[in-house]
């Protein structure tokens, strides 16, 4: 009788104590989400800013730019200087967040030329901006622009996520130009493995394949753009617990740690500035690449003539995210089978897409990793490379340029 009465009194005691403990942990994480939010509440814009490396206009194509940062120590000539070309999704601001996490000082602090394009913010006037005008025209004015600055001779191009297709495409079009390429977190193969994908891994994938091309016709259409707020919930979606729960969870966790919450904040930031993508080019990306795959399958075209990948002669870096969700490794490494051993290299971050830039790890693996390749591979190249040669069709187009471009020393 005794063993029995004692067996209920022991469960009723060790019920007590867990929910005691669970009330505790509720009232600390309680505590913890009030001094978050007291520093929230007082934060203020300026101290949110973000992209603050001075930067000046240089070149200009229509709204699109290109900036060049200020040294910040003694730029080295032994090395091309380096253009940095981010996509439409998002803004390039992303590569300086803040100064303990940016790209751009790395590469300053390293003594590199550093420039940046910049899209501008497309309206519905846009809307049939193709492809075809973004990487021919206005990316290869700025890529041109850029040789031309140094001396005719070719420079170095880093293209992020959609701004990294680009860059393949026209190093692979215009290979004169490039004396080197480096990209991150960039599709090339928009089916990659999705047999072998990871839970949570190539949604997106999925998500586009299963759209008919009608759904994409009748959605560009309807707005003439493919809005910026869509693909800010799209992508949103693909991390649904942690976008429901890092405005409470997220925040409590951070326990008013002031660094950790003006991070947090930056970040919101950069996730909420998405401008809309031209609708004739947003088609084109969806459709042929993403729903056809015309890249790897050699069908996608630039001025009239398919892309080749294995046409691109220079050396090249390729940075990929293995815990990257929206761009799966297996979207991007198959640029390695177009290129020779030793043409090619990559570099696997232990990280999420985002991640790659901004986490606090990715500083000296991204930043360091692609100055000791400027170093060991495209040290000859910028001392010594040879002026471009331009076809015909470069003179004409550069002559337009310049009758609708300004430019500054």
């Known amino acids: 009788m005794a063993a029995s009465q004692t067996d209920p009194e022991k469960l009723l005691n060790e ?13 600390e994480s309680g505590a913890k989400a009030v ?14 800013a973000i992209a603050e490396t001075p930067s000046d206009e240089v070149f200009r194509i229509d709204k699109v730019t290109v900036s060049r940062y200020q040294p910040l120590t003694e730029v080295r000539t032994d090395v091309p200087p380096v253009l940095i070309s981010y996509g439409l999704f998002g803004r390039q601001t992303m590569i300086d967040l803040q100064e303990d996490r940016s790209l751009v000082r790395n590469l300053l602090s390293a003594g590199v030329d550093v420039y940046v394009v910049d ?57 004169q130009l490039f004396a080197g390429l480096a ?21 997106l994938n999925s998500w586009i394949s299963n759209l008919t091309e009608d759904d994409i016709d009748l959605l560009i259409g309807t707005y003439g753009m493919l809005p910026g707020a869509l693909t800010g919930a799209v992508f949103s979606s ?31 930031k950069w996730i909420a500035d998405r401008p809309d993508h031209p609708g004739a080019a947003a088609r ?27 046409n691109i002669a220079c050396p090249v870096l390729n940075i990929y995210a293995k815990q990257d969700h929206i761009v799966p490794a297996s979207c991007t490494r198959p640029l390695g089978d177009f290129l020779s051993d030793d043409q090619y290299e990559e570099i696997g971050f232990p990280g999420g897409h985002v991640g790659v ?8 693996v991204v930043a360091g990793g692609l100055v000791e390749w400027m170093e060991r591979k495209l040290t000859a190249a910028g001392a010594k490379g040879q002026p471009t040669e331009t076809s015909s069709r470069s003179a004409t187009k550069k002559t337009k340029t310049r009758a609708k471009t300004k430019t500054k020393a």
Request: net charge negative; aromatic share 10%.
């Open 183 to 203: 990209l991150a977190i960039t599709p090339i193969d928009f089916k990659g493995d999705p047999d072998n994908f990871w839970p949570g891994e190539g949604f």
């Open 357 to 364: 830039f901004v986490s606090g790890k990715a500083q000296g």
């Open 284 to 310: 084109e990306w969806l459709n042929d690449l993403y729903r056809e795959n015309h890249l790897v399958k050699g069908k996608f075209k630039i001025a009239g003539k398919a892309v080749d990948l294995s």
């Open 35 to 48: 001094r978050s939010s007291e520093f929230l509440a007082s934060a203020t814009d300026l101290e949110v």
């Open 119 to 175: 899209w501008g913010t497309p309206t519905r006037a846009d809307q049939f901006i193709t492809l075809d005008d973004i990487i021919d025209d206005y990316l290869r004015s700025c890529v041109e622009y850029l040789a031309s600055r140094n001396d005719g001779k070719p420079i170095t191009m880093f293209g992020i996520c959609e701004g990294g297709t680009f860059s393949a495409a026209l190093a692979a079009a215009q290979p």
């Open 238 to 268: 693909l991390t649904p617990v942690t976008s429901m729960t890092k405005y409470n969870l997220g925040l409590a966790r951070m326990d008013g740690n002031e660094a950790a919450i003006l991070n947090f904040l930056r970040m919101e």
């Open 15 to 27: 019920a007590m104590q867990a929910w005691a403990a669970s009330v505790q942990s509720l009232v």
